[in-house]
């Protein structure tokens, strides 16, 4: 896992977990939630750990948005079919896409989450990964698309009002 020249904005007290929308590692034609990704913040907490019963909820309350959510976009999410089945397409990932998506998942609230006291809000992010250290010059900024599981309450959540880029190094 890479490492941050800073703390990013959205990682805060309340935040359970982030998970990032992105291409599976083995094949680039499927697309995964990753708590794990370049810009995620790691669920501690061992109920939500990948493959236990509220991770399986949360990826299918996402999964189900993201189909909802998809038709604002106009980018096809895979734009090559070179390898294994195709490449990310980053077009696809729009501000119109994380707007959209937080209006689906505001609509169709997950119940188990809402009686939890938490709630998924979707932010839009340039995500930078440098191999080789910042220096290289390799690795330009990829649209992201970050889910936040947060804890429901009156406190300062980062809204960032333009995508934020942050840089990894990995």
Known sequence: MGQYLGKPAYWHGNLL???????????????VWDDRGPSAFKFKDAEWKKGTALRNELKNFLD?????????????????????????????????????FN??????????????????????LRVR????????????????????????GDYVRFTPSEPVSICTVM
């Open 17 to 31: 977990g982030a998970v990032q929308y992105r291409t599976d590692l083995s094949c680039g034609s499927t697309y």
């Open 64 to 100: 189900g948005a993201m189909e909802k959510a998809e038709g604002v976009v106009e980018q096809v999410r895979v734009n090559c079919t070179n390898y294994c089945g195709g490449c990310p397409n980053p077009a696809f990932v729009t501000p119109e896409l994380v707007e959209e």
């Open 103 to 124: 209006k689906v998942c505001e609509e169709n609230k997950n119940k188990k989450l809402f009686d939890m006291g938490l709630r998924c809000r979707a932010i839009y």
């Open 129 to 152: 990964v440098t191999r080789g250290g910042p220096q290289s010059g390799q690795g330009g900024p990829i649209p992201t698309l970050m889910v936040l599981v947060e804890k429901n």
